[in-house]
């Protein structure tokens, strides 16, 4: 047990009392740390084992990748999607804390269920809608308009597939905030008569502001790694990746130096995107205690706000909607009641749970060591770093290609002397919560801080530590927040196409596997109802879990 | 506490997957193949029960992404591995496949066979065949394109969809195809060909969806593809366009590991496979030609293999020597 | 005068509220009550937030009713958050006009001469308050809404406070509610005092 301190009554709350050494006195700091330098060691062991493995396995071979024009390309479009993401997703966040209307819980639940299912689905929904075979061609055609003048085949498609996948979670993450804004903060406004304009920048953009480093560089690294959408819309070889080269690596090649170099190239770039946001304080000067109260929009703003979350959502919902009428189908009792699917279903459930459990696990204690930090009263300088070390590693995974993770699984198992035909969902199982981790450090992260910033002085004066902290001021005050992160883990993992497509076989499979076997087996209508299924599951897991796990107080998420 | 009966769920439910033993006095043939090739609608089941009816034997076979991986899986698994067999390998990868020096002579007599060209390998046995081929709707052409030269006059919306040759086989064969074909005029088709490219998927089933969904007129697969929706769905709508230039071939081939334990056995299980009657199960689940000729003729409906005339392959060396420029040359293309 | 004529109230599934009294020019009138017993929503009543199901709110003989928060004329003190914690202290007082004023004169009115360009998060919690007075006085509503504006003070700042809200009230006549739950804050300014109990308000003979 730390000491209690004498209680700092200076309002900027400067000096330290820890030592040089606070992290000592902390137990939850050491955790977190730990955990941290474990994700990060992990990451570094895949890769080098890879390195390693090329010189017993070597076959080394000349090349023409390009490195700079990969680079160069992923992150123009990994940028553009970023802001288009930013753009949508604060528009829509904008209007739904400002209009009330029938049928906001469910736009809610709906708003998460892009980005967990499999980039694949969302892309084909995209298609659905906007292809050349796609529903707006065929209704303009018939109304006598013609065909659309442009192609969703190439750098628009692949934004236009990410801002879907992406832009929607912006939309949700940023709708958290703004709820947290204090009640008397916008009572106060409204009843100053301030101008939209002056609500936006005074009140909304703070907080949006504040949220945008740790969102904006999780999307950033899933756009920049996205792989299958930008092949399947890129509409060329203009628009490859680096997970292609090192496929290429290290199927035809087998030069595995190379596809470690490769790895380790796309990792050192995206740590430059890393590194400044992990050590990024979130700033929760305007996030207080929400109590909901709604000021809503009036008049002409009213209806041009609401006109544009119409158009917004229906961009959004629509390639989703039409995955599910797509998978609407008779036959659909005779497939849900078959053992594959069964099996699958099974299978996926515990997958997600598993991995829903460990990324919530991790992501409470990492936060938990970062509010340490405020806690210990740390040097500034010392906290920075800390933070750094803390919260970069949690990103790493993002920015690691699938393949790389499952062949350094691979590799790690074999030389570890486990059974490489077994390992496969141990590994699904912890690929998917670290891929989720991110995600999941975004959302709970923040509230935790919060909590530390607000009651600091109160935990420490009444020496409140380990499992009391926890149990009486921080569970109750983010049950709500843990509970979406659980149900965001569970259907990610549950969405999963990448990870499960280099371990799954007929006995080990998953519904997103089973899906992808569908497609390439010419079943294309069991994947269509399979790509329902997974989406209804999704919506599903969005609205049951926060019900289960998230206490009564779950106005937000209803 | 919910989320504590849920963390205790989980652990439950995940025992049973750390114990899968198998108490079986048996051998066990492990053969690591494609992943299709395994699945419940490929030929996987019925081989391994045909099979397990006379060996006193229990075949398992284990699905990798494609036969590739299949094989490097074995690689890095070295001498550990659990396989006898690499099945699905095919001869765009035979060269770089029998580099490895991992492959037992298969000591099994392919005298019998009957493919297009005469294959001989003293380690692999072929025991299927395909052509690759633009695929297209009958209703959207009533002239079909018969050479590489047509798609480019095919019209200005015309669009054809594609498969990586990094990521996948087909992707691959239609750069031998073209090399086969053009030699080095290849340089000078591609940059008329790709206007017509809707996009370059990582594999087949990505660019077979997006041929389905009406979002390409065109996609490149195989000659025998329109027999499944003629077979199994009974729609004849489908079919392959069959160019003047010829199709180039594609063989798909097993091979014994020498670090297999199993030798005999796998050596059996080799005969077997180009057998009546493993032979007879190929066309309607993998969808490929039989390399012999089976007794009762290929099914009702299914396609008709070319003529040797209209065959195209390259050499397993020039192949193996030179993927990569023949790659390289066709990104150049088409970028 | 500041009239509450027969105005009722009600939550979904709670006992109905029933307001019925009126504030004179220049009169501070205080509210008690138990947390939960409806202090705020009386307030938010005035300032918009809610509307009563029947039942008229007037200042001098104008309803309050027909007018959206923002046009009422309406200042409001909370307990915290009064300012914007981004902004400095003159631009939180130029918030409270759409013409341009001399913030620093407002700001001196409340004792904080020279901390114009300070950011509001660097100041205390007495300096936000006066902060947020020198708005409400750039403002010069007729209805000054209190709610708790001192309990989050220490003892000498909060009474400093308090003299400071009376004089400014008796100086600019405005109609003042006080809702708190501090003895003290109604010795010190009101001038009538009710208790709110059962959705009603009680006279406090003191």
Redesign the interface.
């Known amino acids: 047990m730390p000491s209690l301190p004498a209680l700092n009554n200076n309002k900027t709350r400067s000096r330290p009392m820890g030592g040089t050494f606070p992290l000592l006195r902390a137990p939850r700091l050491l955790v977190g740390l730990l955990i941290a330098l474990c994700v990060g060691a992990l990451i570094c062991a895949l890769i080098a084992i890879i390195w390693q ?1 090329a010189d ?2 070597g076959n080394p ?4 990748i390009d490195i700079f024009h990969l680079l160069r390309m992923s992150a123009i479009q990994a940028g553009l999607s970023v802001l288009l993401a930013f753009v949508t997703g604060s528009i829509v966040a904008i209007a739904l804390t400002r209009l009330t209307f029938f049928g906001k819980p469910f736009v809610l639940a709906f708003l998460s269920a892009g980005l967990v299912l499999p980039t ?1 689905v969302v892309a ?1 929904g995209l ?2 809608i906007w ?3 796609g529903l707006i061609n065929d209704i303009g055609q018939s109304v006598g308009l013609g065909k659309l003048p442009f192609t969703i ?1 190439g750098l628009q498609g692949i934004l236009a597939a990410h801002t879907i996948l992406n832009g929607s979670f912006a939309a949700r993450i940023f709708y958290d905030r703004l709820q947290a804004l204090p009640s008397a903060s916008l009572k106060l406004g409204q009843s100053l008569g301030l101008s939209e304009w002056q609500r936006f920048t005074i009140l909304d953009w703070p907080v949006l502001k504040s949220a945008m480093p740790g969102l904006g560089a999780t999307i950033f690294l899933m756009c920049f790694t996205s ?2 959408v930008v ?8 628009n490859a990746t680096f997970e ?2 090192i ?2 690596a ?5 030069d595995l130096h190379r596809a470690a170099l490769l790895a380790a190239a796309q990792l050192a770039f995206c740590l430059f995107i890393i590194i400044p946001t992990a050590g990024l304080k979130s700033n929760s000067v305007l996030i207080g205690a929400s109590q909901n109260h709604l000021w809503a929009a009036t008049g002409k703003v009213k209806w041009i706000i609401g006109a544009l979350l119409f158009v917004l959502m229906l961009t959004y919902a629509s390639p989703l909607l039409i995955i599910l009428y797509e998978g609407f189908d008779p036959a659909i009792f005779k497939l849900i009641s078959s053992r ?1 699917f069964l099996n699958a279903l ?1 299978t996926s ?2 997958i997600a ?2 991995s829903a ?1 460990i990324a919530l696990t991790c992501a409470m204690l990492l936060a938990f060591a970062r509010a340490e930090l405020i806690y210990q009263n740390a040097g500034a300088t010392s906290t920075n770093i800390l933070r750094t070390v803390i919260s970069a590693p949690v990103f790493a995974y993002l920015a690691t290609p699938s393949i790389v993770l499952a ?1 350094g699984f ?2 790690l198992a ?1 030389f570890a002397g486990l059974d ?3 390992v496969g ?1 141990y590994v699904v ?1 912890i690929a998917n919560a670290l891929l989720a981790l991110p995600l999941a450090n975004a959302t709970l992260g923040p509230p935790v801080e919060k909590i530390a910033n607000k009651h600091f002085r109160l935990v420490k004066s009444l020496n409140i530590n380990g499992w009391r902290r926890f149990r009486f001021i921080e569970l109750p005050l983010i049950r709500k927040e ?1 509970a979406y992160v ?1 149900a965001l883990g569970f259907s990610y993992s549950f969405g999963d196409l990448g990870v499960i ?2 371990f ?3 006995d080990f499979s998953t519904l997103p596997w089973m899906m ?2 569908a ?6 209508n069991d ?1 269509a109802m399979l790509a329902a299924i997974l989406l209804f599951i999704a919506v599903f897991s969005f609205y049951i879990f926060p019900k ?2 998230g206490g009564r107080d779950n106005a937000h998420l209803q | 506490m ?2 504590k009966k ?2 205790i ?3 439950i ?2 025992v049973p ?2 114990s ?1 033993a198998v108490a079986n006095d048996k051998p066990t043939l492990t053969i690591y193949t494609y ?2 090739f ?5 030929p ?1 089941p019925q081989i391994k029960a045909g099979f397990e009816a006379t060996c006193n034997c229990i075949v398992d ?3 990798a ?2 036969a ?2 299949a094989l ?2 074995a ?4 001498d ?1 591995t ?1 396989a006898d067999i690499i099945l699905g390998l095919d001869t765009s ?1 035979a060269a ?1 496949a029998k580099s490895t020096e991992l492959f037992a002579a298969h000591n099994t007599d392919l005298s019998a066979l009957k493919l297009p060209i005469d294959y001989t390998s003293d380690q692999f046995v072929p025991f299927d065949y395909g052509y690759f081929a633009f695929v297209y709707r009958k209703s959207d052409f009533p002239n079909a394109p018969t050479s590489f030269e047509d798609l480019d006059k095919a019209g200005e919306d015309f ?1 054809f969809v594609i498969q ?1 040759p ?2 996948s086989t087909p992707g ?1 064969g239609l750069v031998l195809w073209a090399k086969a074909a053009y030699g080095d005029d290849t340089a000078e088709m591609w940059p008329d060909l ?1 206007d017509h ?10 660019s ?3 041929f ?4 390409a007129d065109m996609v490149l697969s195989y000659t025998t ?1 329109p027999s ?2 003629k077979i ?1 769905e009974e729609d004849d709508n489908y079919a392959a366009a069959i160019f003047d230039e010829g199709h180039y071939l594609q063989i798909e081939l097993a091979g014994v590991l020498k670090s297999s334990k199993n030798q005999e056995l796998a050596q059996s299980f080799m005969k077997y496979l180009v057998s009546q009657d493993a032979q007879k199960i190929i066309p309607t689940t993998n ?1 490929m030609f039989p390399v012999v000729e089976l007794e009762g003729g290929l099914p009702e409906g299914f396609a008709t293999p070319l003529t040797k005339e209209q065959t195209l392959l390259l050499d397993d060396q020039d192949v193996g020597a030179n ?2 420029a023949y790659i ?1 040359a066709f ?1 150049a293309g ?2 | 005068m500041l009239t509450f004529n027969r105005v009722e109230f009600a939550y979904p599934k709670t006992t109905p509220y029933h307001f019925d009294f009126r504030v004179n020019r220049g009169e501070i009138v205080g509210i008690a009550g138990a947390s939960g017993s409806g202090k705020s929503t009386l307030l938010d009543l005035v300032a918009g937030f809610q509307t009563p199901s029947s039942g008229q709110i007037e200042l001098d003989d104008n309803s309050l009713l027909r007018l959206a928060p923002e046009e009422r004329p309406v200042s409001i003190l909370f307990q915290k958050d009064n300012v914007f914690a981004h902004l400095t202290a003159a631009q939180n007082v130029q918030l409270g006009r759409k013409d341009y004023i001399n913030t620093s004169e407002k700001l001196a009115e409340v004792g904080l001469a020279g901390f114009e360009n300070q950011k509001c998060a660097s100041l205390s919690g007495g300096q936000q308050q006066r902060v947020a007075l020198a708005r409400t006085l750039a403002r010069n509503q007729p209805i000054l809404l209190l709610d708790e504006p001192f309990s989050a003070l220490d003892g000498d700042t909060a009474s400093q406070m308090r003299d400071l809200v009376k004089n400014l009230v008796k100086q600019h006549n405005w109609h003042a509610i006080l809702v708190s739950h501090h003895s003290q804050d109604f010795d010190a300014l009101a001038d009538q005092l009710f208790n709110l109990k059962d959705g009603r308000l009680e006279a406090v003979v003191r």
């Open positions: 493995a017993l396995f071979k000349t090349s023409s694949l084909f298609l659905a292809g050349r075979a085949f792989f299958s092949l399947l819309l890129g509409g060329g070889p203009a292609v080269a496929f290429e290290v199927k035809l090649d087998f594959k099974a459930c515990v749970t598993a459990t062949l691979f590799l074999r490489t035909s077994k969902i199982v843990c659980f497509a280099l799954g076989t007929d992808y076997r497609l390439g087996a010419y079943r294309s994947a289960i796990l | 919910s989320l849920l963390t769920a989980a652990l439910t995940l997957f750390a899968t992943d299709s395994a699945s419940d609608w490929g996987g076979f284990v699905g992404e494609d590739i991986s490097r899986k690689q890095l698994e070295g550990s659990k990868v770089e669009k990586d990094r990521s691959l790709k490219i809707l996009t370059v998927t990582k594999g087949w089933s990505e077979y969806s997006l389905l969904d009406g979002e593809s499944y929706h199994a969808w993927t990569k390289d990104f088409i970028e």
